[in-house]
T-cell receptor, first 116, second 117 residues
Framework: KAGVTQTPRYLIKTRGQQVTLSCSPISGHRSVSWYQQTPGQGLQFLFEYFSETQRNKGNFPGRFSGRQFSNSRSEMNVSTLELGDSALYLC???????????????FGAGSRLTVL | AQSVTQLGSHVSVSEGALVLLRCNYS??????LFWYVQYPNQGLQLLLKYTSAATLVKGINGFEAEFKKSETSFHLTKPSAHMSDAAEYFC???????????????FGQGTTLQVKP
C-alpha cells in the first residue's frame, strides 16, 4: 500500500511569490491534514480537509489556504511568501476521521520550503 | 484548551541504557495520546497510541508508554537503547472536538534523543 506522497520535496522561492504544495493520501483515506514544522514554533496545525470540505483550521493568516479534490488529493497554497514561511510542510492522511475511536494520522515525508 | 509538554528538549543516553522521554498533557476530556518519531529529512512515524483500552501501551521498535491519569503523563520508555533510536520524538494529544475525531493533533515541542556508543 503506497504511503502519503508529497510533492515537491524541496523548493526555493523568493519573498512575495506564491507556492502550491501537493499531497496524495493513502488510498481510502478521506481526511487530509496539513502541518507546518519550524525549529522555533515546532509542529503547528494548519487545516484539515474531509470529503472536499475544510473541517478545521489552525491559527494562520489567510495567505495560507488549501483545498481537497474528489479523489481526496489535497493542495495547499501560500501566497505573498514571507521569510518566516520557510518550513517543512507535512501532510497527513487518516481513515477514521469523523468516526469514534482514535484517529491515527499517517504522515508524508514533507515539502521543505525555503523563502529567500 | 489541550496542550502537551515534553520535558527536556535533548536527552542523551548510552547504547544499552534505559530510554525515558517525558510527556505531560492537559485535557478536559479523556484524551487520545500518541508518540511519533521523526528521523532526519523524513516525516513522522507513529510509535504507539493510547486509546483508553489499556494504560500500558506497547509500540514498535521495543518502545512502550504508560498512561497515568493522576499525573496527566504519558512517558515513553525503552529498556535498552540502540544507535538506530537516535531521532526526534514527539508526544501529541488528539483534539477530539466533541464526539467525533478530527485530524488535528496538538504536539509537544519534541525531544531529540542522542545515543552514545
Amino acid at each position: 500500500k503506497a504511503g502519503v506522497t508529497q510533492t515537491p520535496r524541496y523548493l526555493i522561492k523568493t519573498r512575495g511569490q506564491q507556492v502550491t504544495l501537493s499531497c496524495s493520501p493513502i488510498s481510502g483515506h478521506r481526511s487530509v491534514s496539513w502541518y507546518q514544522q519550524t525549529p522555533g514554533q515546532g509542529l503547528q496545525f494548519l487545516f484539515e480537509y474531509f470529503s472536499e470540505t475544510q473541517r478545521n483550521k489552525g491559527n494562520f493568516p489567510g495567505r495560507f489556504s488549501g483545498r481537497q479534490f474528489s479523489n481526496s488529493r489535497s493542495e495547499m497554497n501560500v501566497s505573498t511568501l514571507e521569510l518566516g514561511d520557510s518550513a517543512l510542510y507535512l501532510c497527513a492522511s487518516s481513515f477514521n476521521a469523523g468516526r469514534t475511536g482514535a484517529n491515527v494520522l499517517t504522515f508524508g515525508a514533507g515539502s521543505r520550503l525555503t523563502v529567500l | 484548551a489541550q496542550s502537551v509538554t515534553q520535558l527536556g528538549s535533548h536527552v542523551s543516553v548510552s547504547e544499552g541504557a534505559l530510554v525515558l522521554l517525558r510527556c505531560n498533557y492537559s485535557s478536559s476530556v479523556p484524551p487520545y495520546l500518541f508518540w511519533y518519531v521523526q528521523y532526519p529529512n523524513q516525516g513522522l512515524q507513529l510509535l504507539l497510541k493510547y486509546t483508553s483500552a489499556a494504560t500500558l501501551v506497547k509500540g514498535i521498535n521495543g518502545f512502550e508508554a504508560e498512561f497515568k491519569k493522576s499525573e496527566t503523563s504519558f512517558h515513553l520508555t525503552k529498556p535498552s537503547a540502540h544507535m538506530s533510536d537516535a531521532a526526534e520524538y514527539f508526544c501529541a494529544v488528539s483534539d477530539t472536538g466533541g464526539s467525533s475525531n478530527t485530524g488535528k493533533l496538538i504536539f509537544g515541542q519534541g525531544t531529540t534523543l542522542q545515543v552514545k556508543p
